[in-house]
């Protein structure tokens, strides 16, 4: 499974942004997909993920009632919307696929690229 994260850039605090990430090769609509983030010096957070359904989802604390995921399984796609975005959500953000349970990290095994996520105050 290839994934290729987009719509990363340089936005300013309280701004919206919408990452995408397009899976392809031996792709399967039963995989859970998510997104982590990872800032300099810091470990890799789990932001959000989704059920193969898209009818679940789970939220890190940080990000709750701000990022909304979704994803389109006929397009094979994964979204991440990010709504009042924070300098503190400035990071790399990688979109994931995998089996298990979507609100588990050791659920991800497929890794994207990393798209850049700044946001100036």
């Known amino acids: 499974v290839q994934l290729q994260a987009s719509g990363g850039g340089l936005v300013q605090a309280g701004g919206s942004l919408r990452l995408s990430c397009a899976a392809s090769?031996?792709?399967?609509?039963?995989?859970?997909m998510g997104w982590f983030r990872q800032a300099p010096g810091k470990e890799r957070e789990f932001v959000a993920g989704i059920s193969w359904s898209g009818g679940s989802t789970y939220y890190g604390d940080s990000v709750k009632d701000r990022f909304t995921i979704s994803r389109d399984n006929a397009k094979n796609t994964v979204y991440l919307q990010m709504n009042s975005l924070k300098p503190e959500d400035t990071a790399v953000y990688y979109c994931?696929?995998?089996?298990?349970?979507?609100?588990?990290?050791?659920?991800?095994?497929?890794w994207g690229q990393g798209t850049q996520v700044t946001v100036s105050s």
């Open positions: 090769g031996r792709t399967r609509s039963s995989y859970v």
């Open positions: 994931a696929a995998g089996t298990g349970f979507y609100w588990s990290r050791s659920a991800y095994n497929y």
